[in-house]
């Protein structure tokens, strides 16, 4: 009879052990995401009730003024297991359209719908071993310091690196962490912020990770990209895309947090109207972080940027399309309420170029720009 006890309890205790250890793998299932929306007013009360310049790319998502906007909404599926998740990260709305807009034109062609549109990141992750991750699909781009996600920014405006890219990749990657201090990715993607590539060759992006010190990450990012277009299109066949970027950040005290973003770029050809073949021109810009938390609901943040495109390699242009640069501050005081998932953000900003980039309700060309916003993001 003891022994019949015995084995019973013996039984059950490994059937508990059993039935945790299958619990504790079982594959998780999460939904998150978030909702934005914003009014913006401008100082220099423009009668188009826009925030864009001369060229269109003076601000990238906050972009209408004097009324009430919606910026993005967000719908986030994961699904993990011990060895392997998946992320569907579909997002709507203005914002939605900004950062996607490579994905416009789908299989059917420009000027048809395309579901594509609406997918900010759709990839897997397979841990390879407990030190090597494979990721394969639509990602998140690795370069800078800002995403797109708005929870996630300190500011809510993005600043001139964010804007002029990249925003996402697609193709495939691999990331091995020699130990939690030091890390290396390298990867291949097709073409610049684009569905689809427009040749054979294919991009290297690339990342180095260390944490010299506790509270200090340091990123080290890049990619290299062939961005010619086939000579059956008419178009340059030489153009190239380089982009070196640093990104970190330090957790001064529990409070306090400073971080630094500085990235140099070149190319050449037509790439996004970078000039004619043979062409060489650069771009850069570094954007200085300041957050302190005063309490777990209520702190101020502030970013001081600037951004040179005088060569005209980027978007980013004067009223008669040759290139400028601009100096940027913005202030970002973040309330937290609903038991932390809405943020309530009144930002103000100021942007100066060397040149007029702007329209009064006068009609008066100035070259600086402030506005004052009140943003509200929920998080779920």
Known sequence: MKKTILTALFAATAFCGFSQEKEAEAPKFTFSGYIDSYYMLNFNSPSSRSNLGASGYERAFDQKSNQFSLGLVQTKFGYATKSADVVVDLTFGPNADLGQYGNVIGPLGAGKASTALAIKQAYFNWKASDKLTLTV????????????DA?????YSLSNLFNNGPFYHIGAKANYAFSDKFSAMVGLVNNVDNLNDNNASKGFIYQVFTSPAAGWNVYVNGISSNESAPLSTGKDDSGSYNLLDLTTSYQITPKYLLGLNAAYGSQTGDFQGGGNVGDSKTWGGVALYSNYAFTDK???GGRYEVFDNTSGARALRAADGSGTDVSS??????????????????ELRTDSYKTAQFVDGDDKEQKSQTTLGMHFIYKF
């Open 137 to 148: 699909g639509q990602f998140g781009t690795h370069i800078g310091y800002e995403v797109i």
């Open 298 to 300: 209520f702190s101020v």
């Open 329 to 346: 501050f913005t202030l970002t005081a973040t309330f937290t309420a609903a038991e932390g998932h809405l943020l309530i953000k009144p």
């Open 151 to 155: 929870p996630i920014n300190y500011n």
